[in-house]
């Protein structure tokens, strides 16, 4: 031993033998364990309205798609079919953390517009997309980061999946904002090309 080393006594953190049968007692659990640290049954209601929020999305999203691919605006076009896509995935990620807690993802259409935090967008005009699926966007920024705040500690997994959900719907409200006014340009140019 070295001069001046200091000796720690190893005293274990951790009981481990404890959490070893009471992972054998609760197994039904799956992964809630007696030291998840929210009320499981609002996480799960809240994994299902950001599902349903998610798949309005993805319905949105594929609509405004087709009305808007006709347009003049290339860039709205592949914004609108790459956030549908990405949205999907949200929902496939949702799906499958609900399951992990022991709960059944909630799919019906039935009730669906209630569930959901963000409104169906059905706008014709490419303003209209544009806006719709901003607000759309910051709706669903503004849920995620009071989910975060909800789950805390208390859920790490699921906090880092609506972190993750999170980041992705900022990145889509930024680019639906920097098309704010590539479309108002189409749309003005249009209306210029009408009068003529």
């Known amino acids: 031993m070295q001069q001046g ?3 720690f006594e190893v005293n274990p953190i951790l009981d481990v033998q404890t959490i070893r049968d009471r992972a054998r007692r609760h197994i039904q659990n799956g ?12 996480v799960l209601r809240l994994l299902n309205d950001a599902l349903a929020t998610e798949i309005v999305s993805v319905l949105s999203y594929k609509r405004q798609y087709f009305v808007a691919k006709t347009s003049a605006s290339a860039n709205l076009v ?5 956030h549908a896509t990405q949205d999907l995935l949200h929902v496939d990620r949702l799906a499958e953390r609900i399951v992990q ?9 039935v009730g669906l517009p209630e569930r959901s935090h ?3 967008a059905d706008g014709t005009r490419l303003a209209e997309i544009v806006r719709d699926a ?3 966007e910051r709706v669903a920024v503004e849920s995620y980061r009071e989910m975060v705040r909800y789950v805390g500690d208390g859920d ?7 972190e993750d959900l999170l980041a992705v ?9 920097s098309l704010v006014e590539e479309v108002s340009l189409v749309e003005a140019s249009r209306a210029v090309r009408s009068l003529t």
Do not use: K
């Open 101 to 109: 807690l022991g709960g059944t993802p909630d799919f019906s259409p």
């Open 169 to 177: 719907q900022e990145q889509h409200a930024r680019n639906l904002l």
């Open 156 to 162: 790490p997994t699921t906090r880092r999946l609506l």
């Open 5 to 7: 080393a200091v000796v």
């Open 134 to 136: 901003l607000v759309m």
């Open 118 to 120: 963000a409104e169906y």
């Open 78 to 82: 592949a914004t609108l079919v790459e």
């Open 31 to 42: 992964a809630v364990t007696p030291n998840y640290g929210v009320d499981v049954n609002v």
